[in-house]
């Protein structure tokens, strides 16, 4: 099963349009979490958003489940679901919502990229990269380049998500006495400086 299959049978994302899958279209924070959100089973949500979410919007509940479970503390106390993200967010993304979900995820180490000296000095500290290249749900867009700052496309989001679903599995579970603490999410100030390209709409996911 390919990557576009598995999130489309699975109800986890769509095309943009009717005729259009849009595989190189970059990905915003809105569209990552909906994807998570939905993969959960799309739950039922209470409780006051992001201060710049609108009941209207149509991530409204996979925001407040974000902050809700703590898979997306926010930035600054907004959502920024339009702002695009990058490969190295999108990573900090999945290895929180990981160990939330009790997964103990250990890093590896990361030399034969010749770009790992370009992933921003707060993912180096939390490790997420390291983590989630051991765990093989994200791999670097050649065998020598991981394009950590890079902005995410939907193809590797739903490749991601396909590869999450076969691993799972042999993720090691934490010890309950001893839980990880998951990793914070970038701040809006940090964000900013790391992110590439201009914000666009959000696509539908």
Known sequence: MD??????????????????????????????FATL????????????SFSDVKDTDWFY???????????SEGENGMFSGARNITRTEL????????????????????????????????AVSQEVIAK??????IKGRSDTVLAPNATATRAELAQMLLNMANCIDDLELADEEAPEEPPEEVGEDVAEDDAAGEE?????A
Do not use: H
């Open 132 to 137: 989630i290249v051991g765990t093989g749900i």
């Open 3 to 32: 990557a576009f299959q598995y999130v489309f049978e699975n109800g986890i994302m769509t095309g943009i349009s009717d005729v259009s899958w849009a595989p190189g279209l970059t990905v915003n924070r809105a569209t990552a």
């Open 37 to 48: 959100y939905k993969l959960e089973g799309s739950p039922d949500v209470e409780g006051e």
């Open 61 to 71: 509940d996979a925001a407040l489940w974000a902050k809700n479970t703590g898979v």
């Open 91 to 122: 990573a900090a993304i999945f290895v929180r919502y990981l160990e939330l979900s009790g997964y103990k995820l250990g890093p590896v180490g990361l030399s034969q990229y010749a770009d790992e000296g370009s992933i921003p000095s707060w």
């Open 200 to 204: 666009e709409v959000p696509a539908a």
